[in-house]
């Protein structure tokens, strides 16, 4: 089975605001939404992608994402929590998909560790280095309802505010549904 993609919400909207809510429910509705997150995730040429991000306020996020060594890890975390990360930091351009358009240089730790669960409820970990590690934070940070820009300083952010340009693949999609 393949999944529906569904419209990516933009910075402002206030599920991307707030901290997502942990998954109780390991049925189908989650299996299905896992599946259109991938879809929309693989249309929208991203890399990961967190529930927030397609209106749905709930801890997960998936993701297809290369390391250091250009190995892929693909993927989803249900509850994710982050158990460790480095002190030695990599600085690079960082965009998000619901901040269409811009990026932004930011410092993030060059290792990182995410624990939480698949969408059977079993036990992952996965860690990762350089760019994965970042996709990693990235994703998690959404679950709380921090974006990339929430980092920067506010000239910055302004900035990056005022280059967004929605992607044409998103207003193709039929309203995000929610459960």
């Known amino acids: 089975m393949s999944g529906q993609p569904r419209p990516v919400v933009i910075v402002g909207d206030p599920v991307?605001?707030?901290?997502?809510?942990c998954v109780t429910d390991f049925g189908t509705d989650l299996?299905?939404?896992?599946?259109?997150?991938?879809?929309?995730?693989?249309?929208?040429?991203?890399v990961g992608l967190a529930a927030p991000q397609v209106g749905v306020g709930l801890r997960v996020f998936v993701y297809d994402c290369p390391d250091d060594q250009g190995e892929y890890h693909r993927g989803h975390l249900v509850n994710p929590v982050i158990t460790s990360t480095s002190s030695e930091t990599d600085e690079a351009e960082e965009g998000c998909l619901s901040v269409p358009g811009p990026y932004a240089p930011l410092a993030r730790?060059?290792?990182?560790?995410?624990?939480?669960?698949d969408q059977t409820g079993r036990p992952v970990e996965v860690s990762g280095t350089g760019f994965f590690a970042r996709c990693l934070l990235?994703?998690?940070?959404h679950?709380?309802?921090?974006?990339?820009?929430?980092?920067?300083?506010?000239?910055?952010?302004?900035?990056?505010l005022a280059a967004i340009e929605p992607f044409p693949w998103n207003a193709d999609l039929p309203p995000a549904l929610s459960f």
């Open 109 to 117: 730790p060059h290792q990182v560790s995410v624990a939480g669960v």
């Open 31 to 46: 299996a299905t939404l896992i599946e259109d997150m991938f879809a929309t995730m693989y249309v929208a040429e991203g």
């Open 16 to 21: 991307l605001h707030q901290p997502a809510q």
């Open 143 to 160: 679950l709380s309802g921090t974006l990339f820009i929430d980092h920067l300083k506010r000239r910055r952010r302004a900035r990056v």
């Open 138 to 141: 990235h994703e998690t940070e």
